[in-house]
């Protein structure tokens, strides 16, 4: 579905089932997979590559380089850039901005350019990130610091644990050093 006041450019990419809402820009050289939701007043630029059930929220613009794996909410007025020196009219090399399966961004959450945002990882809103970010860490605050853990579910996991944790929703996840990882289903721990 391509609302009527969008633009899609000739040569975009759009997978079945995808939404293009009303003042939404997509430029020629973009693919977005299925079942993905792009809402009003949003940009995307050539370059730019969405996974499959990919939501976009209003007011955010998708500048070359980035890359969005399957699953990702980019929350509105997410900002994005893909330049650590911009003068006007000057070109320098776009850093890639990879968006793993899952993450999600909150409103007006800043990233910079050249990061990796982990797989179900969450960002809250207002975040400005600086670095990459672990799989399934909370982050928050300016400069963005880890502040827990979060689950598949998107509920912050339980406080403190040394090596394991349970969600509410039933998945457990196993923290090794610094990196956490999901259990098989139906392990306790």
């Keep these: 579905m ?21 003042f939404a820009h997509v430029l020629g050289n973009v693919i977005i997979g299925t079942d993905g939701n792009i809402c009003d007043h949003t940009f995307i630029e050539n370059g730019v590559r969405l996974g499959d ?19 990702v909410f980019i929350g509105p007025c ?15 090399p776009v850093l890639p901005t990879r968006l793993l399966q899952g993450c999600s961004l909150g409103a ?3 990233i910079l350019p050249g990061l990796t945002i982990g797989r179900w990882a969450m960002v809250a809103a207002g975040a400005v990130v600086t670095s990459d970010v672990a799989d399934y860490a909370l982050v928050m605050g300016n400069p963005a610091r880890q502040r827990g853990w979060v689950c598949l579910c998107g509920t912050k996991l ?3 644990f040394v090596s394991t944790a349970t969600c509410h929703c039933g998945l457990s996840y196993q923290l090794q050093g610094k990196y956490l990882s999901p259990l098989p289903t139906g392990s306790e721990d």
């Design 2 to 22: 391509i609302h009527p006041h969008a633009l899609v450019e000739p040569g975009a990419v759009i997978g079945a089932r995808t939404r293009i809402w009303a």
């Design 53 to 71: 059930r990919v939501t976009v929220k209003c007011g955010v613009y998708l500048w070359d380089g980035l890359t969005a794996e399957d699953d």
């Design 78 to 92: 997410a900002a994005f850039t893909n330049d650590l020196r911009p003068r006007s009219r000057h070109a320098c």
């Design 108 to 110: 007006n959450a800043t």
């Design 158 to 160: 339980p406080e403190p």
